[in-house]
């Protein structure tokens, strides 16, 4: 399972996806790095039901389309849940005509949001998320206000694979448990700027090992750094626990994730 952190961009800033597994702890010998698949924008359709509740193999014919028309270039699209954000409902069963309100992040430009995505206008949604892909022209409008939101992603997708739903599960609860422990303690601390949704399977059944005793210190890794874009070469968030990052190949991940490694 992966828990996927992405920072909006402000004014020159640009968004970035970093991947860390969150199931069960892996042996020793297994390297996590470079078990996050290449993907340049990773997109999230909103869904009025959380991943508990998703089938084993969920997709939708929006879902579908929007994938083949980005995947040649470097897309991933997935499903996300949360409580507070933006959702068109919906009737079950994918043949019925559905919207989906559609968040997407890319290395180069950050968040895109948009508001209505159907059958009607995936073909033009799919040709936006090209462009958002591509590093911004000094005569491009911003297409989203500056933000200094924080994003975190965590698969809870249990019919997909069980430890997501269980060991994924108890991450989320614990993180939602101890930002609502943070804002308590004071209503301005830097965690108030994070968002976390959870996401359908995002590839891999990579065992990892982040667990619900961890996560305080992630959360304190992910304000420590600087709200900007993670260079390529920079040195990744909680290394024991990350899978990749955006914009690098299965070989770039794996050759950061030496070098870091040998520089400790």
């Known amino acids: 399972m992966t828990l996927l952190r992405s920072l909006h961009r402000g004014p020159v800033r640009v968004s970035t996806l970093r991947s860390l597994s969150t199931t069960d702890p892996a042996p020793d010998s297994e390297q996590l790095?470079?078990?996050a698949p290449a993907h340049r924008c990773y997109v999230?359709?909103?869904t009025p039901q959380p991943p508990s509740a998703y089938p084993a193999k969920y997709t939708t014919p929006i879902q579908r389309k929007l994938l083949l028309a980005?995947?040649?270039?470097?897309?991933?699209?997935?499903?996300a849940w949360s409580p507070s954000q933006p959702v068109h409902p919906h009737p079950p069963g994918e043949e019925h005509p559905q919207t989906y309100h559609l968040t997407a992040f890319s290395s180069a430009?950050?968040?895109l949001e948009i508001e209505a995505v159907s059958l009607a206008n995936v073909e033009d949604v799919a040709k936006a998320l090209r462009t958002h892909?591509?590093?911004p022209t000094v005569d491009d409008v911003p297409s989203t206000s500056p933000s200094d939101d924080l994003h975190l992603y965590v698969c809870t997708h249990g019919a997909r694979d069980c430890r997501c739903g269980d060991t994924g599960g108890a991450?989320?609860?614990?993180i939602r448990a101890e930002l609502e422990r943070r804002r308590q303690r004071h209503a301005f601390d830097p965690s108030t700027r994070i968002k976390l949704a959870?996401?359908?399977?995002?590839g891999g059944h990579k065992?990892?090992?982040?667990?619900?005793?961890?996560?305080?210190?992630?959360?304190?890794?992910i304000l420590a750094r600087p709200i900007r874009p993670m260079h390529p070469g920079e040195t990744p968030i909680c290394p024991s626990h990350w899978r990749g990052r955006m914009g690098l190949s299965k070989d770039e991940q794996i050759e950061l994730f030496n070098r870091v490694s040998n520089e400790y």
Do not use: C, M
């Open 133 to 135: 892909v591509e590093p």
């Open 171 to 174: 991450v989320a609860r614990t």
């Open 44 to 46: 999230f359709l909103h």
């Open 33 to 35: 790095a470079g078990t």
């Open 70 to 79: 980005t995947a040649p270039w470097g897309g991933a699209v997935n499903f």
């Open 198 to 202: 959870e996401v359908a399977h995002v």
């Open 207 to 221: 065992l990892g090992n982040i667990k619900p005793e961890n996560v305080s210190e992630i959360i304190d890794a």
């Open 109 to 111: 430009r950050g968040k």
